[in-house]
């Protein structure tokens, strides 16, 4: 149990194009959802903190107006980047937990943006 | 804000070699992780732990709170266990849910 599937795995596309990740929990309900960066031989970089039904809390430093997420359903949180560009090519991940409190943290597949 | 240091950051064994894994973190923890991320990314969940010790299959995870210190152990290391093992605590108290991730260990097993 507790499968995260996101998708794409991998998009390549112009600058200025604007792109959306999904993140679902297939097998449970995902009260929370993290989405993380990771550059390469870098450690995963938390950028935003999502709750069903709520706004996204964004880590300082993350543009919220360029990292759009929408968590609509307790089992589908979304991450939209928009106009971009070669800098935001990156490997980006999210994770879902189940509840609150100390629930393990169950990981996606990541996305791996190429920005031309 | 919690530093997590891991060690070694690359390791390279022979197959059937014990292998261990080290991490340690400067700031109280409500639990420490231990993940797995293969080659294309996506990252698997070994253990989550608080105290002791915790065993599945070939893996063994342990935890020292007082010294602040976890180890991952690998038992009869085989090829599909190269990958790189991140080592995320996450804080205590209150809302501090987030984790706080290692840069990891590359580890290489050589039939």
């Known amino acids: 149990g507790a499968v995260v599937s996101q998708h794409p795995s991998r998009v390549i596309c112009k600058s200025g194009t604007s792109v959306k990740i999904e993140c679902r929990s297939l097998?449970?309900?995902?009260?929370?959802m993290f989405w993380y960066r990771q550059f390469p031989k870098q450690s995963l970089m938390l950028m935003a903190t999502?709750?069903?039904?709520?706004?996204?809390?964004?880590e300082q430093g993350v543009e919220k107006d360029k990292f759009l997420i929408n968590h609509a359903s307790l089992t589908l949180s979304t991450l939209t980047v928009t106009s971009a560009h070669p800098e935001d090519s990156s490997f980006y991940i999210c994770?879902?937990?189940?509840?609150?409190?100390?629930?393990?943290?169950?990981f996606g597949d990541g996305t791996r943006l190429s920005i031309l | 804000k919690n530093e997590v240091e891991q060690s070694p950051q690359n390791l390279t064994a022979q197959e059937g070699e014990f292998i261990t894994i080290n991490c340690s973190y400067s700031?109280?923890?409500?639990?420490l992780h231990w993940l797995q991320q293969h080659p294309g990314g996506g990252i698997v969940s070994l253990f989550m732990?608080?105290?002791g010790k915790k065993k599945h299959g070939r893996l063994i995870a342990t935890i020292n709170i007082q010294e602040k210190h976890s180890s991952l152990h690998i038992t009869a290391s085989h090829p599909r266990d190269s990958a790189v093992y991140i080592c995320?605590?996450?804080?205590?108290?209150?809302?501090?849910?987030?984790?706080?991730f290692g840069k990891g260990t590359l580890l290489t097993v050589n039939p």
């Open positions: 994770s879902a937990q189940r509840g609150g409190g100390n629930q393990p943290q169950h």
């Open positions: 097998d449970f309900q995902a009260t929370t």
């Open positions: 999502s709750n069903e039904g709520s706004k996204a809390t964004y």
């Open positions: 700031v109280g923890i409500s639990a």
């Open positions: 732990l608080s105290s």
């Open positions: 995320a605590v996450r804080g205590s108290g209150g809302s501090n849910y987030k984790l706080t």
